[in-house]
């Protein structure tokens, strides 16, 4: 049987067994995905196993904010064996640009993954500037 091992992740595990879970005063951070879809602008965080309910977005100004908690699955009588999943507080915070519509975010969370779509504003759309041509001028006489 041919097993591979990867340092970098026993080097992952043992950094966040000696950081210890994220909490309130110091979240870890949680990896996320950002693009522009039409007239949208979709963020895309990841945080598996983590309920609905532990999770709060706040917006204040220009800057947005995500966090999640995610506790431990304990059941009397259970003993963990192994644990590697990581516990705690995720938190992210982006900073929006004035040019996106903060008052009309929307927010689902499906299969482990939090999708924001927030909308462009109008005046942030491209559009088209009308060119007034020779003929539309009018010459001011004295």
């Known amino acids: 049987m041919l097993m591979r091992t990867d340092p970098f992740r026993e080097l992952d ?3 966040q067994q000696l950081m210890g879970p994220g909490t309130w005063s110091r979240p870890t951070a949680m990896p996320m995905d950002a693009y522009r ?3 949208e602008y979709v963020v895309a965080f990841d945080i598996p196993g983590v309920s609905p309910d532990a999770i709060d977005i ?3 100004r220009h800057m947005l904010t995500v966090r999640a908690e995610r506790r431990p699955a ?7 064996e192994l644990s590697e999943r990581p516990l705690g507080v995720f938190s992210r915070q982006i900073m929006l640009a004035d040019t996106l519509d ?3 975010i929307q927010a689902d969370y499906d299969a482990g993954v939090l999708t924001l779509r927030i909308p462009i504003t109008e005046r942030a759309k491209p559009r ?3 060119i007034r041509s020779g003929s539309d001028r009018k010459e001011i006489t004295g």
């Open 13 to 15: 595990r043992l950094a």
């Open 37 to 39: 879809e039409g007239d």
């Open 58 to 60: 706040d917006v204040e």
């Open 74 to 80: 304990t059941k009397d009588g259970v003993k963990t």
């Open 102 to 104: 903060t008052e009309n």
């Open 128 to 130: 088209k500037i009308a």
